[in-house]
């Protein structure tokens, strides 16, 4: 009954390998986010969809492609992956867009590239 | 732009006593959401506590309350009784109702001590 989950949990990978987050919430939200968390520990978005439509691309590279087929999934595909993209990717949840919406996160993934 | 600011890097607290983490933030929109995160060590971000601007009594959750001071612009936590459990780092967050990321601070690593 877990509200947000990502897959998969670790990945570990080589430089300039292609590779994708999925991630699924079944609290019913209408909007879904990404976020990384670098080594230090900072936060910050990269994408938000609501209702399968793109809302917030945050000047992250386009070899990061964010896909959502309906609105309880939003994927992350990276395209030829560099070592700056090791980090903790986080996707979240709220029920709609708005400042008094609630996030909910998933566990994580954590990426380390080689 | 908006911007949170915790200034603590690092808090200690014995076992049973209340501990407040300080979070400013800054914003020109008056209407906006802060919340506060917890990150255990597991990795897992935990939604603890929200408050609105427009909310006339401070927020409270069992053992976590939040100190709103609106012409201060501060929004500090406070844990009651603290726990083993509640050693963590601590994230504040804010959303303005006008867009849809939310920003966080940096982070406060809490050590809770027997």
């Known amino acids: 009954d877990t509200a947000v989950s990502q897959t998969p949990k670790y990945l570990v990978t080589q430089m300039g390998n292609d590779k994708s987050i999925k991630c699924e919430q079944n609290l019913g939200h209408d909007t879904m986010y990404w976020y990384k968390q670098d080594s230090k520990k900072f936060l910050k978005i990269m994408f938000s969809?609501?209702?399968?439509?793109?809302?917030i691309n945050e000047t992250v590279p386009n070899r990061f492609s964010p896909k959502s087929p309906d609105k309880a999934h939003l994927n992350l595909h990276i395209n030829s992956l560099e070592l700056g993209d090791s980090a903790v990717y986080f996707c979240a949840s709220s029920l709609s867009q708005g400042g008094g919406e609630t996030q909910y996160f998933g566990p994580g993934t954590r990426l380390l590239v080689l | 732009a908006q911007k949170i600011t915790q200034t603590q890097p690092g808090m200690f607290v014995q076992e049973k006593e209340a501990v407040t983490l300080d979070c400013t933030y800054d914003?020109?929109?008056?209407?906006?959401?802060l919340f506060w995160y917890k990150q255990p060590s597991s990795g897992e971000m935990i939604f603890l506590i929200y408050q609105g601007s427009y909310d006339q009594q401070n927020a409270t959750e069992g053992r976590y309350s939040l100190n709103f001071q609106k012409a201060r612009k501060s929004a500090n936590l406070v844990i009651s009784a603290s726990q083993l459990g509640d050693s963590a780092m601590y994230f504040c967050a804010m959303r303005e109702w006008n867009t849809d990321k939310l920003i966080f601070g940096t982070g406060t690593r809490l050590q809770v001590f027997p």
């Open positions: 914003t020109s929109d008056p209407s906006y959401g």
């Open positions: 969809y609501n209702n399968k439509e793109l809302i």
